[in-house]
């Protein structure tokens, strides 16, 4: 009985090896594709003190903390306009909380949305509702906003909605004061009493 040739490629290579080789290539190939997309971890922050918003970046080996990249930071914008900003005070050591973050397919979405979403509902005739409501109470506007960021700094994001509430029905200030600082106060005995 005759002993088989060995198949080979037109170029004279076994064809075994040619086809480990191509597998090989086709799993960097792969490989690199996964950990390019797995790898990226990027989002959203925002500032409580300057109600600014920024977006970072960096790439870690997936799966684990390790980084592959620094942290690339875009500039800082604001979120809302002018009647809602100007009442904001000024405050030192500024912080910045996470709004959002993705990883490969994985999103997730942090407190700081909340505030975020509420300072740019729109009215039907498109207006964001805070600039406007700030714009026609500007004494409203200016005890209020200060205690939304009180809010903001202190990350109680959740008593924000009812801040607004209150602050969409008023009409006396030194009520809307009182009413949003026990609010505020509850909101903070509630996050004390769960840390």
């Not at 870690?60 to 592959?68: I, N, Y």
């Not at 409501?133 to 960021?149: D, G, R």
Request: a positive charge; one cysteine or more.
């Amino acid at each position: 009985m005759p002993i088989p040739k060995k198949l080979t490629s037109p170029s004279g290579k076994p064809l075994l090896r040619v086809g480990l080789m191509l597998a090989i290539a086709m799993g960097l190939v792969v490989g690199f594709f996964y950990v390019a997309i797995q790898s990226t971890v990027k989002g959203t922050e925002f500032c409580p003190q300057t109600f600014q918003t920024r977006d970072f970046s960096y790439n870690r080996f997936p799966g684990t903390k390790l980084r592959l990249t620094s942290t690339r930071l875009s500039t800082p914008s604001a979120v809302i306009g002018t009647p809602v900003l100007q009442h904001l005070k000024t405050m030192g050591n500024t912080r910045w909380d996470v709004i959002d973050v993705s990883e490969g397919t994985m999103r997730d979405q942090r407190s700081p949305t909340i505030l975020i979403k509420m300072v740019q509902i729109t009215g039907p005739d498109g207006v964001k509702f805070w600039e406007n409501w700030s714009t026609k109470n500007p004494s409203l506007a200016a005890a209020f906003w200060p205690i939304v960021q009180t809010a903001a700094v202190q990350a109680t994001y959740f008593c924000i909605p009812d801040l607004m509430r209150k602050a969409s029905d008023a009409t006396d200030v030194n009520d809307l004061i009182n009413s949003c600082e026990q609010i505020l106060s509850e909101a903070k005995s509630i996050l004390e009493s769960n840390s």
